[in-house]
């Protein structure tokens, strides 16, 4: 079982819908949480992160942690074609060092 | 530049070639990271240095692997006698500091085929 799991898809959503990415991690001493987005042949950039139980938003994305549950999401309201790509969840365990990541679910975003 | 800047960004090496991947992090990024993507999955941990320390290499996948930051900037990931299984994209990150919110700033990777 890899440490940190998501769905990878793909997942379709036409454009507008709210689309849902979910991720679950297995180390209960994670501390940090990150959504990268990664478009085919570029490299990862961050979205979001979040530290606390709940919800975290920022234009029409919103983070939210379950730490009990040991839960991730990321929500993406108003979807356009633009947010066609793969979504990474990435773990830290501390405040320093590695982040572990997903293997990613990759999202369309249909016209 | 402001960026993360790998070199060279496409490497092809024979089987049994040494290869050496450079990464130029975002000036004052205290904090380095490699890592390995292969096709289709999330990046692979494979080093950090805090500065010119290498303070975590477990994911390194064995002895043919090694990474260096001699005066905390520039790090090389040098790949000795490499095998088909190290074709992959090696990516560089940097982050500011070490107790920070633990942003990582990915360069562009660096794509390596072994024939």
């Not at chain 1, 009990?68 to 405040?95: E, F, G, K, M, W």
């Not at chain 2, 975590?56 to 905390?72: H, I, T, V, Y």
Request: proline share 4%; glycine share 8%; hydrophobic share 30%.
């Amino acid at each position: 079982q890899k440490e940190v799991e998501q769905n990878s898809g793909p997942l379709s959503v036409p454009e507008g819908a709210i689309a849902s990415l979910n991720c679950t991690y297995s180390d209960r001493g994670s501390q940090s949480f990150f959504w990268y987005r990664q478009y085919s042949g570029k490299s990862p950039e961050l979205i979001m992160f979040i530290y606390s139980n709940g919800d975290k938003e920022d234009g029409r994305f919103t983070a939210q942690l379950n730490k009990a549950s040991q839960y991730v999401s990321l929500l993406i309201r108003d979807s356009q074609p633009s947010d066609s790509a793969t979504y990474l969840c990435a773990v830290r365990a501390t405040n320093a060092g590695k982040s572990t990541f997903g293997d990613g679910t990759t999202l369309t975003v249909k016209p | 530049g402001a960026g993360v800047s790998q070199s060279p960004r496409y490497k092809v090496a024979k089987r049994g070639q040494d290869v050496a991947l450079r990464c130029d992090p975002i000036s004052g990024h205290v904090s380095l990271f490699w890592y390995q993507q292969a096709l289709g999955q999330g990046p692979e941990f494979l080093t950090y240095f805090q500065n010119e320390a290498q303070l975590d290499k477990s994911g390194l996948p064995s002895d043919r692997f090694f990474a260096e930051r001699p005066e905390g900037s520039v790090s090389t990931l040098k790949i000795q006698r490499t095998q088909q299984e190290d074709s992959a994209v090696y990516l560089c990150a940097s982050s500011l500091a070490q107790r920070n919110t633990g942003e990582l700033f990915f360069g562009e990777g660096s794509r390596l085929t072994v024939l």
